[in-house]
């Protein structure tokens, strides 16, 4: 074992000086609720030999107990520890890993990749090999009961392979399990909330009070450690010397005045899953089932089969598999460890198996106690934005506006008022006119946009799915020099491989900003937010009338930027009010779609701040599971979404827990009637209503109304629109029930595109008209109906054919999975003769079995389908539409 003398001479004197004075200051504490005893050390140490690293292997009970490990051994054995990097966050704590040199690691758990553990894992051995002594956990996560387990992980095996004379000491730490640091309860423990609850314990027992668990620590080097064995020997080996002693669930009380007193509590039962196995898509039992005969060799297994005992499987290869799972079906929602059996495979892969860290916490006390009366409809069009949204603050005060469902994080308006107060200052200091926004539905991303018009600047929402090539457009476009974002969504990009290399010099995180606000102007932003709300009332007046610039999908060409001003944007929830004429003081709305898109602007932040309408918001619209426990949790009535999110939620939620919706609004793509089957037979309390829009409408153009759905339609138009279906030349407007170009008018409707790109207007009956690109029809009783895009259409024998139509037809048969659609119907060959031509995942699905069905939906020979192409999968932008842009693009180079 490496001398530490030498260590500190290798990281310097002062350095290894400064770490031993901060652990003898979290000794200090650590004195406070702990008696700590280490056994084993001074046997241990004499035998060390210089320049020869040593691998401490140690069972995890409890967050904690890393920290015990550092403060006992750092002094000795100079230790190197490996932590997961989602736990080395905030300021001090990165700074002490820095100083203590921890190896970051991305666990399985936490979503890491195979290459990134490999590399890990390489880091360790060299380290080793240089002399330096590593703590090392080979469970790899915290004890999930009284008895360690290890599974299949093949961490010592490889370290050995590499290594075969490395010195090991096993630690084993008993006393905390049962501690609230512990998984005792079933439950993921949070080290914030546990130390600020010991923090209240410290008070009420005046410090010297508190109660104390004894915590034993005993360190030994075995003689006998099977070296040469397999990783399932290795393992055993391991599990014996950690559970040689029963470990008991005590609860130790904080403060001497719990007279229940020290006790041991029941085991927690161990997690049982609901979820049958034989609703899992056949589709996806084929996927997982040649994954694992790839994988493993084995031709025939059943869903009892163990993937470490009966087929071999270590740790790697099982990232490997969820990394491949992810790839090729969709996100696992389960915690890895929980998946030991092929039918675990199945039902994560499927989404019926959900880890039990995403189970959402439960809505606070304050979410549903509320004392208001409703409001509706409130008066919009005197007022700009931010004026609105002080109304409602003024009016609703420490009354909830918004939580963040997941980690049931609610806010007031007055915190919102605190909020934007804060961030409007620096803000208002970055430079050019416009500030981009890149962040995904929260509550943080609501706070940011109206603190951007507050500071004086318009928001560009950023949308980061729509490729390096057309975000770089988009920011160049208008010329952004500051880009507001996140770290932790920056971190989840990066983990997707998103690329934002084109635009890193630009991105200004919120946690940096905040940061960097000294002690005053926090001080001044929470006295104005409780006593003098003047200054925003004058920063509401001297905003730019432009209050958001949004980008086209970039479904066809280029993104354009479409500037929306205050007026248009009220106009908008105005025009919502007079739909939604119900609506209640108890009402929740549930938005998950991100700001980038306008139906997640307008609905997701702009209404509920005008109105007062309390929000839960989701960062992520796929995630169906969650998204349907945070309808359950927080109430949520109403949900704006698109219709293939809207399946994802109904297809990974139960009735029970979609009980509370009774109204969700869908548009971007044609609902299909299956999914209002689904809800008539499942939900039949939940309203679908269908409705239309477009990002430079602000975007909605037409919805069902309440009460007088009808399928298949697109519904009325909003109120304060004037509609006109017209010829292809603009000259005249069609017959009644005939199709038409659409045309609309009215205050909801944008000036025209920034930039260069042609303007979208038209002249027509002496007024200037916005022509959306789209068919429509309209029946007697105004109703429309969305039959295509125009540049959807192509002319073959004299006759304009919809590939719409045509897609409409064979996604009825083929409908879309979890992972999006299974088909796409574009055109090749040019204007001249273009061919239809189906792009398809599925293998089964012919030119001869599509051109079946087109014939008996009654399409003619020239609707027919002339070749077929197989896709791994259909492109799709980050709104949920088919990318047709990138249909074309492959098309082009076949």
């Keep these: 074992m490496s001398d530490p ?3 500190s001479r290798r990281h310097g004197p002062v350095r290894w000086a400064i770490n031993c004075l901060w652990i003898l200051f979290v000794r200090g504490l650590l004195w406070l609720r702990y008696r700590i005893s280490l056994r084993g050390a001074g046997a241990i140490r004499p035998r060390g030999e210089k320049g020869r690293g040593t691998l401490f292997l140690a069972n995890h009970p409890a967050l904690i107990d890393p920290v015990m490990l550092l403060t006992r051994l750092y002094p000795k054995f100079h230790i190197r520890p490996l932590a997961e990097r989602e736990q080395i966050v905030g300021p001090v704590i990165r700074q002490c890993a820095g100083l203590l040199g921890v190896i970051p690691l ?21 380290a080793l090999e240089e002399g330096e002594n590593i703590l090392l956990y080979p469970a790899g996560r915290l004890m999930r009961s009284a008895h360690e387990s290890f599974g299949a992980n093949s961490g010592v095996e490889r370290i050995l392979a590499e290594l075969p004379d490395v010195r090991i000491v096993l630690v084993r730490t008993r006393g905390l399990w049962g501690s609230r640091l512990g998984r005792a309860s079933g439950e993921q423990p949070s080290m914030m909330q546990t130390l600020l609850r010991g923090v209240g314990a410290m008070a009420l027992s005046l410090i010297l009070f508190l109660r104390r668990r004894r915590v034993e620590i005993d360190l030994v080097e075995p003689d006998d450690f099977p070296r040469d064995a397999d990783r399932a020997g290795i393992n055993r080996y391991l599990e014996a010397h950690y559970n040689a002693v029963e470990a008991s669930r005590l609860h130790i009380p904080m403060t001497l005045w719990d007279r229940r007193g020290v006790r041991e509590l029941p085991e927690p039962a161990a997690p049982e899953s609901t979820a049958d196995v034989r609703t899992v898509p056949i589709a996806v039992r084929e996927s997982v089932l040649a994954m694992l005969r790839e994988m493993t060799g084995e031709k025939t297994f059943d869903n009892q089969t163990t993937l470490a005992d009966d087929l071999g499987l270590d740790s790697l290869q099982m990232m490997e598999l969820i990394e491949r799972v992810t790839a090729e079906i969709g996100e696992v929602t389960a915690e890895v460890e929980t998946i030991r059996t092929v039918g675990d495979v199945l039902l994560a892969a499927s989404g019926a198996m ?3 860290s995403q189970r959402i916490p439960a809505a606070p006390e304050a979410w549903f106690s509320r004392n208001v009366t409703p409001w509706w409809p409130v008066e919009l069009t005197e007022r700009n934005l931010c004026e609105s949204l002080l109304v409602q603050a003024r009016r609703l005060g420490d009354e909830p506006i918004f939580a963040d469902g997941a ?12 909020g934007i107060e804060l961030l409007r200052h620096p803000i208002a200091k970055l430079s050019g006119e416009a500030v981009g926004v890149l962040l995904p539905a929260c509550g ?12 004086g600047k318009i928001p560009a929402m950023i949308n980061w799915t729509v490729g390096r090539k057309n975000l770089e457009h988009c920011v160049d476009l208008i010329g952004l020099k500051t880009i507001l974002t996140s770290k932790l969504l920056l971190a989840k990009l990066r983990k997707q491989g998103v690329d934002l290399s084109g635009i890193e010099d630009k991105l200004l995180c919120i946690e940096d900003v905040v940061a960097g606000c000294g002690l005053w102007p926090k001080l001044r932003a929470k006295l104005r937010s409780r006593l003098n709300w003047r200054p925003l009332d004058r920063a509401a007046k001297r905003t730019l009338p432009t209050a958001a610039i949004l980008f086209t999908s970039g479904s066809e060409n280029l993104p354009k930027a479409v500037p929306l001003t205050h007026t248009n944007l009220a106009a908008n929830v105005d025009a919502v009010q007079h739909v939604l004429t119900d609506l209640d003081a108890d009402d929740v709305l549930l938005s998950a779609l991100p700001p980038f898109h306008s139906f997640g602007l307008t609905v997701g932040v702009v209404l509920p701040a005008c109105i007062g309408l309390r929000v839960a918001y989701h960062p992520s619209p796929t995630d169906g599971g969650i998204l349907g426990e945070i309808i359950h949790e927080y109430r949520a009535s109403l949900l704006t979404s698109t219709p293939t999110f809207f399946n994802g939620i109904v297809r990974r939620s139960n009735p029970h827990q979609l009980s509370p919706l009774r109204m969700v609004v869908v548009g971007a793509e044609k609902c299909p009637d299956r999914l209002f089957d689904t809800l008539e037979t499942y939900c039949p309390q939940v309203e679908l209503l269908e409705g239309y829009g477009t990002t ?6 037409s919805v069902n109304p309440r009460g007088k759905v009808r399928r298949g339609t697109i519904g009325l138009p909003m109120q304060n629109l004037h509609v006109a279906l017209v010829n292809e030349e603009h000259t005249a407007r069609v017959a009644p029930g005939g199709e038409g170009l659409l045309l609309l008018r009215g205050p909801s409707i944008f000036g025209g595109y920034l930039g260069d790109a042609p303007t979208p207007f038209v002249s027509f009956e002496g007024e200037l008209w916005y022509n959306t690109g789209d068919i429509v029809s309209e029946d007697s009783d105004g109703y429309l109906t969305f039959r295509g895009r125009r540049k959807r259409f192509i002319k073959r024998g004299g006759e304009m054919i919809s590939l719409p139509a045509i897609e409409a037809i064979l996604t009825e048969q083929y409908p879309a999975g979890d992972n999006g659609p299974v088909l796409a119907i574009e055109a090749a060959g040019g204007d001249e003769s273009p061919e239809i031509v189906l792009l398809t995942t599925d293998e089964s699905l012919t030119k001869e079995i599509a051109n079946t069905l087109l014939r008996e939906a009654g399409m003619g020979n020239l609707s027919a389908v002339r070749r077929v192409r197989q896709l791994d999968s259909i492109p799709l932008l980050g709104t949920g539409k088919t990318n047709y842009r990138a249909l074309k693009e492959i098309l082009a180079h076949a």
């Design 5 to 7: 003398t030498a260590k």
């Design 106 to 126: 991305d666990s399985i758990a936490s979503g890491g990749t195979t290459r990134g553990v490999r590399e890990t894992m390489g880091e360790v051995i060299s």
């Design 354 to 356: 959900l880890a039990s």
């Design 407 to 418: 980690k049931a994080q609610t806010r007031t308006w007055r915190e919102m008022i605190l």
């Design 444 to 455: 943080a991303a609501t706070t940011v946009y109206y603190a951007t018009l507050f500071a």
């Design 696 to 701: 430079e409408c602000s975007p909605i153009v």
